[in-house]
Nanobody, 125 residues
Framework: VQLQASGGGLVQAGGSLRLSCAASGRTFRSDTMGWFRQAPGKEREFVAVIRWSGGSTYYADSVKGRFTITRDNAKITVYLQMNSLKPEDTAVYYC???????????????????WGQGTLVTVSS
C-alpha cells in the first residue's frame, strides 16, 4: 500500500484546511485509515480515523467538533477537513492504514502498518 498525503500549508488561527490521503495498492474492507500528527519535540499522536467498511469514525478529544474525516471509496481517498484551526494544531500530519484494527487500539500508532510521507500544517496566531 502506498499513501500520498497532500493539502498541508500555512493558515491563520481560525482558518481551515483540507488534507487528502490517496491510497494505492491493495485495500481491504477490514482496513482502517486516518491521520496522526507529530509536533516538534513531541510524540506522534492520534487525530482521527475511519473504518473503510461501515464508515465508523474516531476522533481525538482535542479535535472533536472541529475536524471531520470522510472517505471516497471510488478514489480510495480519505479526507480530513480541519476547521477552527489553532496554533496547537501545528504539526506534520501523517496518513496511516491499518488492517483489522480493533476498537480498543484505534488510537495507537502501532496498530497501523502503512504510513504516508507526512504533510506540514502550520497555524499562525
Amino acid at each position: 500500500v502506498q499513501l500520498q498525503a497532500s493539502g498541508g500549508g500555512l493558515v491563520q488561527a481560525g482558518g481551515s484546511l483540507r488534507l487528502s490521503c490517496a491510497a494505492s495498492g491493495r485495500t481491504f474492507r477490514s482496513d482502517t485509515m486516518g491521520w496522526f500528527r507529530q509536533a516538534p519535540g513531541k510524540e506522534r499522536e492520534f487525530v482521527a480515523v475511519i473504518r473503510w467498511s461501515g464508515g465508523s469514525t474516531y476522533y481525538a478529544d482535542s479535535v472533536k467538533g472541529r475536524f471531520t474525516i470522510t472517505r471516497d471509496n471510488a478514489k480510495i481517498t480519505v479526507y480530513l477537513q480541519m476547521n477552527s484551526l489553532k496554533p496547537e494544531d501545528t504539526a506534520v500530519y501523517y496518513c496511516a492504514v491499518g488492517a483489522r484494527v480493533i476498537s480498543s487500539t484505534v488510537t495507537m500508532s502501532r496498530s497501523y502498518q502503512y504510513w504516508g510521507q507526512g504533510t506540514l500544517v502550520t497555524v499562525s496566531s
